[in-house]
């Protein structure tokens, strides 16, 4: 069992800058490949990034590549996600992930509870 913690969530402006954790409870972390999700108000959840166990291998939606970065620190049980260049399109409540295979599937094995990114124009 893997429980996931999100933090960092806020509201930024337009062209700034977040950057989230999420924080895994257990001692498989380091096996899991770990991800970021988004939902949007009204809309459906969607695929952030992705990073796979080690840390060697990433993953972006078409959306987010070249603004957004995921990394790992597995000595930490922690992966992150350093959003720059924010848009209002961005606002979003973004889900950790922990999953089983690389890149996660839409329905990975684990879930956070979700933190607030407001991006304000």
């Known amino acids: 069992q893997v429980q996931l913690v999100e933090s960092g969530g806020g509201l930024v402006q337009a062209g700034g800058s977040l950057k989230l954790s999420c924080t895994a409870s257990?001692?498989?972390?380091?096996?899991?490949?770990m991800g970021w999700f988004r939902q949007a108000p009204g809309k459906e959840r969607q695929f952030v990034a992705a990073i796979n166990w080690s840390g060697g291998s990433t993953y972006y939606a078409d959306s987010v590549k070249g603004r957004f970065t995921i990394s790992r620190d597995n000595a930490k049980n922690t992966v992150y996600l350093q959003m720059n260049s924010l848009k209002p399109e961005d606002t979003a409540v973004y889900y950790c992930?922990?999953?089983?295979?690389?890149?996660?599937?839409?329905?990975?094995?684990?879930w956070g509870q979700g933190t607030q990114v407001t991006v304000s124009s």
């Open positions: 257990g001692r498989t972390f380091s096996s899991y490949p």
């Open positions: 992930a922990a999953d089983r295979q690389f890149p996660l599937r839409t329905g990975p094995d684990y």
